[in-house]
């Protein structure tokens, strides 16, 4: 047989760009919960140490339940993580990736502010 073979086991060019798509999809949506202030505030906190709901409330000043919506939504995303003590839950950044997405993201916006 002339030329190469294609790999039985390899994705088409059809099915890599699928993917692609679809890691764009959801590389899109996690940039989307970084879009909320709220958020943003309580990830700051997290970055600091490890919080339960109610120290988060009253360092953002938010209700709890307020805070806890948005905590499902940054577990959803993988950007927290939660473990139980006693009946209470503590949350934390996920890993360092995401203190890092944060990090970058204030040296952007800074770098924007100094140019004229």
């Not at 060019?13 to 943003?40: I, Q």
Request: charged residues 25%; glycine residues 8%.
């Amino acid at each position: 047989m002339a030329g190469a073979q294609q790999d039985v086991g390899a994705p088409t060019s059809e099915a890599r760009e699928a993917r692609g798509v679809d890691v764009l999809a959801e590389l899109a949506d996690f940039y989307k919960v970084f879009g909320d202030p709220t958020r943003l505030r309580i990830l700051r906190e997290l970055m600091a140490r490890e919080l339960c709901v109610h120290e988060i409330a009253q360092a953002v000043g938010m209700q709890q339940s307020a805070v806890s919506h948005q905590l499902r939504i940054l577990k959803q995303a993988y950007l927290v993580r939660s473990r139980r003590v006693g009946k209470e839950a503590h949350y934390s950044l996920s890993d360092s990736h995401v203190r890092a997405v944060f990090e970058q993201g204030l040296v952007h916006v800074g770098e924007g502010r100094e140019k004229p």
